[in-house]
């Protein structure tokens, strides 16, 4: 038996990641929207007990999880750690008494509790002093309705806002201007503004390094010439090549040798990442984690597909798919300055190709759109092994994060 489950971040104003999502889903043909809300709860919660810790899915972030009043009932959320979890009170439940108890007993228990896809009445004062958050999707809330549930809130300042679906960067700024606090569904999907951004000489060089390694053929005199030129670049190479995941017979002693001990998959992964952790400096760390994730994922992807002489293309055109939030321009103007193959650019560009398609499954499964992700699947015929690529994929972008924060 296996068991599924995605996530999605949540971040706060400052763009920090304050915790996760979880998204529950039933096995690759038995898609989410067919489950009954109490299984799909009751499941998750079995598999964090028997299957995986939810430090697995979420870096020691609180996981937001949806409770139905069944599940409520069952004393569910009591099984998990109030540091680890935000209860999620779904919004078919309706407010009353015996809602309102559970409530208040898991408030004292120190639990955080939140108001999933909240519909405003007025019953929902007599809840307001035990509730830490309360979600509004943007999508089908209208924004008199917001400003009346913002004013409503004015003598408890201790709920906190959160905006769900902000999927445009006007409704981003929309939501940051009436005072939301979190917000869920936007920021790695468009960049925030366009403008130009050059690259400093250290990634320009990256960049060449980039184009010369996403070719089938790598040219490693070519490469080894790129490093030489840049001390930085070396150092960082050398650091990679000496971890202790790479065993190494005799001690390195050229930049050559050391391209050569990684071989070429490692090496396009360590430039794939060095590069987005260069550009984005300034940006949440979640960009090059998630960035990671896609990158692992395609590659995974590729591999059981087996369509792809050098899989290593999925894992650069995962990687590259969130340069235009992490440089805040379009992806046409970025990739003008990457010179990257042309499959990698058609499917980032122009959504074609088989590229393209192992990029849209790990976009659904962010979205935890389960029925296009499914469909997809069955498409590229790649059977039962995209959940167990997808969670392999996140384990191993725990790794390598550690690997940044250890430099």
């Known amino acids: 038996m296996y068991f599924y489950a995605a996530r999605q971040p949540i971040l706060n104003r400052e763009k920090e990641l ?35 810790g939810l430090e697995d899915l979420t870096d020691n972030k609180p996981a937001y999880i949806n409770f139905t009043l069944e599940t409520l009932l069952k004393g569910y959320p009591s099984m998990l750690g109030k540091d680890d979890v935000v209860v999620e009170i779904l919004e078919t439940i309706q407010p009353g008494k015996r809602l309102l108890a559970i409530v208040k007993d898991l408030k004292d228990k120190g639990y955080t ?6 519909i405003h009445q007025p019953v929902w004062r007599h809840f307001y002093p035990f509730i830490d958050i309360i979600k509004i999707d943007f999508l089908s809330c209208d924004v008199d309705t917001i400003k009346t549930i913002i004013n409503d809130l004015k003598p408890y ?32 999907s468009k960049p925030e503004m366009v403008q130009s951004k050059a690259l400093p000489p250290s990634e320009m060089a990256l960049a060449e390094l980039l184009y010369e390694t996403s070719n089938v053929d790598m040219d490693l005199k070519k490469i080894t010439d790129v490093f030489e030129r840049d001390v930085n670049l070396s150092y960082k190479l050398l650091r990679y090549s000496n971890s202790a995941a790479f065993a ?51 590659e995974l992807l590729a591999i059981s597909h087996g369509q792809f002489k050098d899989t290593g293309m999925a894992f650069l055109t995962g990687m590259m798919s969130l340069m235009d939030a992490i440089l805040d321009e ?6 003008k300055k990457l010179p990257l193959s042309n499959d990698i650019k058609a499917a980032l560009l122009e959504d074609e190709g088989l590229l ?19 469909a997809l699947t069955k498409e590229l015929n790649l059977g039962d092994k995209v959940p167990d690529a997808y969670h392999e994929a996140l384990g191993w972008v725990s790794e390598q994060m550690q690997l940044m924060v250890n430099e």
């Open 248 to 298: 190494r017979r005799a001690e390195i002693s050229t930049i050559k040798q050391a391209l050569i001990v990684l071989g070429a998959n490692e090496i396009k992964k360590l430039l794939s990442l060095l590069f987005a952790a260069q550009v984005s400096a300034d940006k949440p760390v979640e960009l090059i984690r998630l960035s990671l994730t896609r990158a692992r994922f395609g």
């Open 157 to 188: 300042p201790h709920i906190k806002l959160l905006a769900e679906k902000v999927e445009t960067y006007d409704i981003y700024e929309q939501a940051l201007d009436l005072g939301f606090d979190y917000f869920q569904g936007f920021f790695f």
């Open 18 to 52: 304050i915790g996760y999502e979880l998204l529950f889903r039933d096995g690759v043909d038995n898609v989410f929207p067919n489950i009954d809300g109490d299984e799909a709860t009751t499941r998750l919660i079995e598999g964090s007990q028997f299957n995986f």
């Open 356 to 374: 393209a398609k192992y990029l849209n499954l790990v976009k659904y499964y962010e979205q935890a759109n389960w029925e296009a992700a499914n």
């Open 330 to 335: 379009s992806m046409e103007s970025v990739m």
């Open 113 to 118: 509790i939140a108001l999933d896809d909240y």
